[in-house]
């Protein structure tokens, strides 16, 4: 499922929700298996909102937006992601 969120910079964002597949505690980055692709998506620690990415665990429900990742934007990552309550 895709839902609108609040404009950021100009823009529209587009949330979309999943699954945290994997988390690298030690490494402070995961993977989210998205509801509507293949493909899971790379978070980063610091994308992480109102919880503290500690507290996160695998199978938990997640929404957040698609960016790009900066290293190789050819790769999608996982921005502004939340716990879905």
């Not at 997640?62 to 309550?85: C, H, L, N, T, Y």
């Amino acid at each position: 499922m895709v839902y609108l969120c609040q404009v950021k910079d100009g823009k529209d964002l587009s949330l979309t929700q999943g699954t945290i597949k994997t988390i690298r505690s030690d490494k402070g980055f995961g993977f989210i298996a998205p509801d509507e692709s293949q493909k899971d998506v790379f978070f980063h620690r610091s994308s992480v909102e109102g919880v503290s990415f500690d507290d996160l665990q695998e199978g938990e429900r997640v929404e957040f937006a698609m960016g790009q990742d900066p290293r190789d934007p050819s790769r999608a990552r996982a921005e502004s992601v939340r716990v879905i309550q």
